[in-house]
């Protein structure tokens, strides 16, 4: 049996655009790299629950950047369908809402997040933004840096991570699809939230830090979208001085184990989630790549793949569910500037 996997990438060295691989299951080998579509740093990606339609950060030569929209033919290739571009820097994120036929994307350069209507062919318009404001302790944070933008699993409200402001702002849509504010949780100076996970079963989230490597535990309150703060815990140890930053953040699908990260000291390191959502560290695992920038669990959850921005290659582990750690089965796997990793 195989698996599709979709890669996102920058495109300022090898890259081409968008790619796919498989994950042989019987072999427990990833194989068959493929090069999807050209486009410029297509650094994130989503897609339809078939992936018939597939969504992806596009970045311009004349300055212009946006989003992407492909739909795959009859002969199994993306082609593409419509961009939304505007002047400056594309986004950093991107979401599909396939219930409301809606795109939802942040933007790390301009501070701001954005909902686009998404028509039945693939064609897309905006609907609304919201532009976040304010800065904070650390040097990356000069101005609102929005890193993620995307549902709360009941689907009741939107969240957002902005790394510049130290805030996680929650939205409603109003029945035109516009953005209301419902709650802002504010970290502590210099935490940078870049992405955050929600528990399957517990009322609790998990924000990671870009700029402090910390996971905050939340509790998250669905009558008012609002959040509160349980628990800080480092994704690094102690003794580690030189640079690192939080990237990516995984729940498994039993609540058990939390996932996050880390570029720099390239590790991913695995928590196990106690009665009250709290965390608690395992392991430290080595990604045997530079600049862990994404990963994600297969289907089964058997089995972790993990994309490097600098090193050109994916490693692909077993994991096992019982106690959550990884075992490394390859790691020379060559994939151009990964920097999104989807199952599909």
Known sequence: MTDKLILGTYTKRES???????????????????????????????????????????????????????????????????????????????????????????????????????????????????????????ENQDGPHAHYFDLTPDKKYLVACDLGTDEVYTYSLTDNNELKEAAVFETAPGTGPRHIAFHPDKAVAYVFGELSSEVLTLSYDAENGSFNHLQTVSSIPEDHTAFNGGAAIRVSSDGRFVYASNRGHDTIAIFSVNEDGTLTLNDYVPTEGEIPRDFNLDPTESYVVVGHQDTDNLSLFE?????????????????????CVQFV
């Open 16 to 138: 081409k655009g968008i790619y796919s691989i498989e994950l042989n299951t019987a072999t427990k080998q990833l194989e068959n790299l493929k090069h999807e579509a050209s486009l410029g740093s297509p650094t994130y990606l989503d897609g339809s629950d078939d992936y018939s339609l597939l969504f992806s950060v596009s970045k311009k030569d004349n300055g212009k950047g946006g989003i992407a929209s492909f739909r795959k033919s009859d002969s199994d290739e993306y082609e593409l369908v419509d961009e939304w571009l505007e002047e400056g820097a594309p986004p950093c994120y991107v979401a599909y809402d396939e219930d409301k036929g809606l795109l939802y994307t942040a933007n790390y350069h301009k501070g701001e997040v954005a909902v686009l209507k998404v028509s039945d062919e693939g064609k897309l318009e905006l609907v609304d933004k919201s532009a976040h404001s304010g800065k904070s302790a650390h």
């Open 319 to 339: 994991r096992d569910a019982s106690d959550g750690s990884l075992t490394l089965l390859q790691k020379d796997v060559y994939a151009p500037e990964v920097i």
